[in-house]
């Protein structure tokens, strides 16, 4: 079964706004990682989250991480129109096995 | 480097056909992996690797065979195509260790009638 489930399903803001998607999981993880997925693409890797961190910077991109709620947030800050894409969180569990799970996914749409 | 590639890029099978999806990738990566994606349902993983002569089932693995019989190279059987198995087949590869970042190809789209 999928580990993450992003929340929420879609969200539409104006350009210039902030972008705050949200993912919760269910068991204790190594890492925490965010994707983006633009319309007919392919993943791309955006973020990594390690247990051990609690947030974390890249450009316009913050995630947080809170174990003890097994939940994480990526916001994204001063959106553009080309931020219009699907975010998917996506999880390797503690112990053994390296299998990245991934979420549903927050569709995100940013009007110009 | 090409990064990670799949062939072909769009595929029409009929119910009960078989067909294979390649997937290659140049960058020497140990752990390959793929998945199908179907509306509201996100990434499922179907099959993994981590490493040649390595395979392992991953959650939706029944009507799939892989084989890794060399680094660069992780194809995906379908062994007797069925209509839920119409999907987005995606191919995955990244170094060993679950921190690296993973590289995904640009998708085949599957339709079986």
């Known amino acids: 079964s999928q580990q993450g489930e992003e929340d929420p399903q879609a969200l539409s803001i104006q350009e210039g706004e902030n972008a705050t998607m949200n993912c919760s999981y269910k068991t204790s993880i190594n890492n925490l990682q965010w994707y983006r997925q633009n319309s007919g693409r392919g993943l791309v890797h955006l973020i990594l989250?390690?247990?051990?961190?609690r947030e974390k910077h890249s450009g316009r991109l913050r995630v947080t991480l809170d174990t003890s709620k097994k939940s994480s947030s990526l916001l994204i800050t001063a959106s553009r129109a080309a931020d219009t894409a699907s975010y998917f969180c996506?999880?390797?569990?503690?112990?053994?096995?390296?299998?990245?799970?991934f979420g549903k996914g927050t569709k995100l749409t940013v009007n110009p | 480097n090409a990064g990670v590639t799949q062939t072909p890029k769009f595929q029409v099978l009929k119910t009960g056909q078989s067909m294979t999806l390649q997937c290659a990738q140049d960058?020497?990566?140990?752990?390959m992996s793929w998945y199908r994606q179907d509306p509201g349902m996100g990434l499922r993983l179907i099959h993994y690797?981590?490493?040649?002569?390595?395979?392992d089932q991953g959650e939706v693995p029944n009507g799939y065979n892989v084989s890794r019989s060399t680094t660069e190279d992780f194809p995906l059987r379908l062994l007797s195509a069925a209509p839920s198995q119409t999907s987005v087949y995606f191919c995955a590869s990244r170094f060993q260790g679950s921190t690296d970042t993973q590289y995904f190809g640009p998708g085949t789209r599957l339709t079986v009638l």
């Open positions: 989250i390690r247990s051990n961190e």
């Open positions: 960058m020497n990566h140990e752990y």
């Open positions: 690797s981590v490493g040649a002569g390595i395979t």
């Open positions: 996506a999880t390797v569990a503690q112990g053994g096995s390296e299998k990245l799970v």
